[in-house]
Nanobody
Framework: QVQLMGSGGGLVQPGGSLRLSCAAT????????IGWYRQAPGKQRELVAA???????DYSGSVQGRFTISRDDAKSTVDLQMNNLQPEDTAVYYC?????????WGQGTQVTVSS
């Protein structure tokens, strides 16, 4: 059974930073593109960043220049470094493959940006 475990959310003030991690087996990361998605209250879930097994990276326009997605092969994780967080970044963040697979959605991790 595939498990994608996301972690690292929390409460941060505007302008602050958080780092999210998505853990999976090395084999899984080597054979799948991984995306970080988010869903804010009352909004559709959206892809914010993705990285392929070959290292190609894509960002949504709303996070470009503020968020950085990367792979840590030693820890077998895909990490999302989020800088200069703003209240509109408040959402539940999920990791999944790209394209997403329904069975891989977990509970997500809450990120709240508030003063």
């Amino acid at each position: 059974q595939v498990q994608l475990m996301g972690s690292g959310g929390g409460l941060v003030q505007p302008g602050g930073s958080l780092r999210l991690s998505c853990a999976a087996t090395r084999i899984f990361l080597d054979t799948n593109a991984i995306g970080w998605y988010r869903q804010a209250p009352g909004k559709q879930r959206e892809l914010v960043a993705a990285i392929t097994s070959g290292g190609r990276i894509d960002y949504s326009g709303s996070v470009q220049g503020r968020f950085t997605i990367s792979r840590d092969d030693a820890k077998s994780t895909v990490d999302l470094q989020m800088n200069n967080l703003q209240p509109e970044d408040t959402a539940v963040y999920y990791c999944n493959t790209r394209p997403s697979v329904n069975d891989y959605w977990g509970q997500g991790t809450q990120v709240t940006v508030s003063s």
